[in-house]
């Protein structure tokens, strides 16, 4: 007898392939039936209506530990995730202290495997004396899940600013790179503009420029080295040109993902928000927002990439307040709600959420509705919408800039490896442990 069949949904694969109606089949949890299930299940889930995905890949979250729990750790940062239905979460080194260590990455894989309740990974961050930790672990057969090199200082301590070594980085290692590209020459450049207590003021002081200088370098080595890169948190419409000059030249050997907030926030948004709206790239006009969504909806974006950065709301109205936005909590809701507005199809939603993430870092068994894949699925069933509430939080950081907004209804059923770990935005088995991915 399976452990767990969903009967009757629509199955919507990463692969963007067409949907089907069908039933899908668990078993020790993994997906062992697609199609016509026969026989009863231990679990059996009536799932006509409804949308069956697999789970949500984020690229880019900072769950903040080891260094600082009142904001967030992974007990809480992932109860966030799994609730809103991202199954799987890739943790940047930017905590305190960095992860740019093997031991630092033993420690903090030791908080994420007590503490996760959905998958994760782990990123080595790049500085400029670890290259050689980075190449011990690929000979060991351990690399990390990606190395994130900030070329531009943000939260934390972590900043790469010289491209003549990164060139070094690229020639090599084998792992793939992710820059948080903002040229930190130019942020120096800027550094004396604007109002520092308007958030306004953030805005000029991390401008284009510094954005689309650093996109051109990170290209630039890819192109050089013929090794992959991945591009944080695009921001800009200027952006996407750069990255299709690099695609037309050579298809994904550059790719690249979008925050919610950078796709539906603006800095029109910026007045009602104040410092809760400061974040890194900051939050830019309403048509650079326009042009992310549509290039989404378009195929052009490869990922999505939270950015869940939560600091707590009297650290953002504090004299410095600290840059970053929470985004676990509210990501697929907002994203549904594009498809549910006929903006989005529910094929590429799958393939930006999942399927392309898993391909990209090459996570086994992960971003597919097939057989032998892991059963980490996302039911949604399309209802009315209802306007967001603080309560429904996860997050330890208890803050959203998109309170208020309507948005359509959490999933009906999150599955960890078939354990059913969340229900209608609800942990309803707190004792769901994620593992972490195994990268091919
Ligand atoms: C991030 C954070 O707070 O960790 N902040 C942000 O504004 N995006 C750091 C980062 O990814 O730049
Ligand atoms: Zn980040």
Redesign the pocket.
Known sequence: MLDLVIRGATLVDGDERATVVGDLGVEAGRIVAIGQVPGAARVEVVAEGAFLLPGAIDVHV?LRSPGHPAKEDFATGTRAAGAGGITTVLD?P?TEPPTTSPLRLLEKRRLAQAAARVHFGLYLGATADNLDTLLALEDRGQPPVAVKA?LGA???SLLFDDPGRLDRWLADSQTLLCV?AEDQRLLDRAADRGDVMDVRGHGLRRPPEAALAAVAIATGLAHRHGHPVHVC?LSLARELELLATSAAERPGLVTCEVTPHHLFLSDLDLEALGPLGK??PPLRTAEDAARLREALAAGRIDCLGT?H?P?LVADKHGPHA???IPGLDTAMRLLVAEVLAGRLSWARLAAVTSGRPARRFQLVGKGALQLGADADLVLWRPGPAQALEATELHSRCAWSPWLGRLLPPPPEAVWIAGRLLAARGRIVDDGVRGLEVRTR
């Open positions: 900072h940047m930017n900030y943000s939260t934390g948080h948190h974040v890194n950015d950065a600091h600290p840059s970053g």
